[in-house]
């Protein structure tokens, strides 16, 4: 039997060949490739095979991210909102609607999750989306922004407000009362589909409301940021290597004062904290993986910790590579260029470096008090 992450790398390495740049110029994932991966499995591998997916464990669903990451971070992108809804679905779902939903989601169908609105970005308690249940209805109003994957979405994963607590309904895209709009001229990631949800009196199936209606937001958030938070870690490992091939090339043949420009001290020291920043995230990384695999508690902290070390090293990683190409980087569709737009990205998605360090500072006054 064939490995199930050789497959899906190889899937994804063929898929994105060398068109990420031509993508993230027009700012569109091609539909075909989109639907392709989605049939196959790749937008949220991790899914047990009882459901129809790969199965793949968080350590190789990581690697398999990290690949993703290297390619195309839009394509990365759409893999951890898909990834999220489905992760959503089977932690909160009972058995038929993760039958019904997950199913889908691991043979062909597409989804994004949405959080972020207007007055609530990292401040979820500030969130104004409504569910309502009457009966045998369930009905969602709200406007989300930035939800990352939408433009190609079937299903929407929506958290909103539920009494004094939250709850999570699946929305289908074309659904009466869903109107999705791109957001335009994105800083980065450009091909991810990002867009604005508008959810004007979207009337559904109760069947559509997950469980935990009424429970803390805290509580119907905190696996599924977790479960993104090691996407988005992964997937800034990706553009570390990423940055780092580009940076180490060009440095070992362009040559300056007569001699390859990793022969001077200064531009070496690039490449030495790159490949610093790329071994340390890996290892973050394949640490909070571990916790994931293993049920860990501290999975939580661990996952907040690789996100904010992997986002803020690609940031610098990748200002570093465009320092070592110099004008070589400086124009749009260069690898390291669009990595330098992704990369800023990543610091904010899935918990800003601010919120990041808040959360880390709180673990480290609970373990170290």
């Not at 990365?76 to 058995?95: K, V």
């Not at 400086?330 to 610091?347: C, N, P, S, T």
């Amino acid at each position: 039997m064939a490995d199930p992450y050789a497959v899906a790398a190889e899937l994804v390495t063929q898929a994105v060949g060398t068109r990420a740049d031509e993508w993230d110029r027009a700012g569109r994932l091609p539909g075909d490739v989109v639907r392709h991966l989605a049939a196959q499995g790749v937008l949220c591998p991790d899914v047990p095979a009882e459901f129809g997916g790969m199965g793949l464990t968080s350590g190789e669903l990581g690697a398999l991210t990290a690949h993703a990451g290297g390619l195309c971070s839009s394509l990365r992108s759409l893999m951890t909102s898909q990834g999220m809804a489905a992760w959503a679905i089977r932690r909160l779902g009972d058995d038929r609607q993760k039958e019904a939903f997950v199913r889908r989601l691991a043979s062909g169908a597409t989804a994004a999750i949405a959080f972020s609105e207007i007055g609530a970005g990292s401040d979820l308690s500030a969130m104004t989306t409504s569910v309502t249940l009457s009966g045998d209805r369930v009905e969602v109003s709200g406007t989300k922004v930035w939800v990352t994957g939408a433009a190609y979405a079937d299903l929407i994963v929506v958290f909103g407000r539920h009494g004094d607590g939250g709850a999570v309904v699946v929305v289908p895209a074309d659904a009466p009362g869903v109107t999705v709009t791109p957001v335009g001229d994105p800083l980065g990631c450009r091909a991810a589909g990002h867009a604005e949800v508008e959810l004007d009196a979207v009337t559904l199936p109760a069947d559509h409301m997950l469980g935990g209606a009424g429970l803390p937001m805290e509580w119907l958030v905190t696996s599924v940021l977790t479960h993104g938070r090691l996407s988005v870690a992964w997937g800034c490992v990706g553009i570390l290597r990423a940055c780092l091939a580009a940076a180490v090339r060009h440095a070992g043949t362009r040559e300056q004062f007569g001699k390859p420009l990793a022969d001077h001290q200064l531009v070496a020291r690039h490449l030495a904290e790159l490949h610093v920043a790329e071994q340390a995230s890996t290892l973050m990384c394949e640490h909070a993986s571990r916790r994931w695999d293993d049920g860990s508690p501290e999975q939580v902290g661990a996952a907040v910790a690789a996100k904010h070390f992997a986002a803020t090293q690609a940031a610098k990683g990748a200002a570093s590579a465009v320092q070592v190409l110099a004008s070589a980087a400086a124009r749009d569709g260069h690898v390291v260029a669009r990595a330098y737009r992704d990369a800023k990205l990543m610091e904010i998605i899935e918990g800003s470096s601010e919120i990041s360090q808040l959360l880390l500072a709180r673990q480290a006054r609970e373990l170290w008090t």
